[in-house]
């Protein structure tokens, strides 16, 4: 079945049909990375997005059911240059055509995602429709696409009820995955399957108790934590900080998340009271930028975002270079930062944009990018490492305060 994708400067390309029957009107971003489609598609950051793969061949290693990022996948719409329909992977539990089709996710293949990628990079991004009506009115649509935002769309990507996940567990026993339909086959009835090796984790633990305010986490993020034996307990992004503080974590995680962060302005309101404690506290992503407007600076728009497995950053501690995973389209404004209260810790070498803050005389650091990194390098792990450090500093007492480079520097 032909499928057409309609751009918001009236650009059309067609293609074939893909994954569900449906028309759709989303934001059209792109990913650069090579592997890791899946991640990407169950990444709730990309919530009120339709997502473009800018590598050629997508689908070719099936879905691995259990290296899903949450229950279900986010992207409004999929946009491939060639779908792998027959996946060769012993690990794979369905083919992602099946994937799509059941999580009612529409897509388009067989078009140049070279010259999409271009347009959007040359003119920011755009809206844009899928459909498969051959019929279409230009005239109508481009009204429409126009007029489309993606709204609060955290309060759809959040869990919807605060879960613990402990370090003597199974990953399918913690949280949102127990118990739920993403560890079935390729039928995905119900019922839980038996898990593989890969994904038991048995840790003694640390004694640590982290609150991870959830804006639309991906899992790995809790996971990293429970991994190096926190108990992670988990809340909905309208959480009060006053239920936060009051069951005494010694730490505190702000994950990432979909959309634009001064949209989320009742979020901003309660981190800017966990600020005002004493509670080690570490950002990613969109919590890296609601934080950063909690305490007064600012955020603007990208012309078309860093979406992908391969942005290199700086430390300006160290000088070192890692290579990042990162997925967002907005990011803090240094030139309205005030230096009494937070300095730039990290930078994004490729446009010099903000890639991370250290928070003056106060034990919070916050990142841009994706420490977690799934997909996408592993570099940045240690960044979870400090925090860890920096909340057992706290607990014994130990000052911990200070710059850059005493709360984030190379890791061994």
């Not at 991994?227 to 995680?253: F, H, L, N, S």
């Amino acid at each position: 079945m032909k499928a057409f994708l309609v751009l918001e400067d009236g650009t059309v390309f067609e293609g074939l049909h893909i994954g569900a029957c449906k028309e759709v009107i989303s934001e059209i971003v792109f990913n650069t990375s090579m592997a890791g489609y899946l991640e990407v598609l169950t990444d709730p950051s990309y919530a009120g997005q339709a997502v473009c793969m800018t590598y050629p061949l997508i689908g070719n290693y099936g879905v691995c059911l259990e290296d899903m990022e949450s229950r279900k996948p986010w992207p409004d719409g999929f946009i491939v240059r060639e779908l792998s329909r027959i996946p060769s992977n012993f690990r794979s539990d369905c083919s992602i055509q099946e994937f799509l089709e059941k999580n009612d996710v529409p897509g388009i293949a067989g078009i140049d995602t070279r010259a999409l990628t271009r347009i959007l990079r040359e003119k920011g991004t755009m809206n844009g429709m899928i459909t498969t009506d051959e019929n279409y009115k230009l005239d109508e649509i481009l009204p429409k696409l126009k007029a489309y935002t993606t709204g609060k769309v955290v309060e759809k990507a959040t869990c919807q009820e605060k879960y613990t996940l402990t370090p003597s567990k199974t990953l399918a026993d913690n949280g949102p995955f127990s118990g739920s339909s993403v560890f079935n086959r390729a039928g995905f009835e119900a019922g839980k399957r038996e898990m593989r090796p890969s994904m038991v984790r048995e840790l003694n633990g640390t004694g640590l108790k982290v609150a991870v305010l959830d804006l639309g986490a991906k899992a790995n993020i809790a996971h990293s934590l429970a991994q190096r034996g926190c108990e992670v307990t988990v809340y909905p992004a309208w959480t009060k900080a006053e239920e936060i503080i009051g069951d005494a974590p010694d730490g505190i995680m702000l994950s990432n998340g979909p959309g634009d962060p001064k949209e989320c302005t009742s979020i901003i309101a309660e981190i800017k009271k966990l600020y005002d404690t004493d509670i080690p506290i570490f950002a990613i992503c969109l919590g890296h930028q609601l934080m950063a407007l909690a305490t007064g600076a600012d955020t603007y728009k990208l012309k078309y975002g860093h979406r992908g497995g391969n942005h290199p950053v700086k430390d300006l501690a160290t000088g070192r270079v890692y290579i990042s995973s990162q997925n967002h389209g907005y990011v803090v404004d240094t030139d309205k930062l005030d230096a009494k209260v937070a300095v730039p810790a990290f930078i994004n070498v490729n446009d010099g944009t903000n890639e991370g803050l250290s928070y003056t005389g106060k034990n919070i650091f916050t990142v841009q990018y994706h420490p977690e990194a799934c997909p996408g390098p592993q570099d940045s792990g240690y960044l979870f490492d400090r925090f860890i450090n920096m909340m057992r500093g706290e607990k014994q007492g130990v000052p911990t305060q200070g710059s850059s480079s005493s709360l984030i520097k190379e890791g061994k």
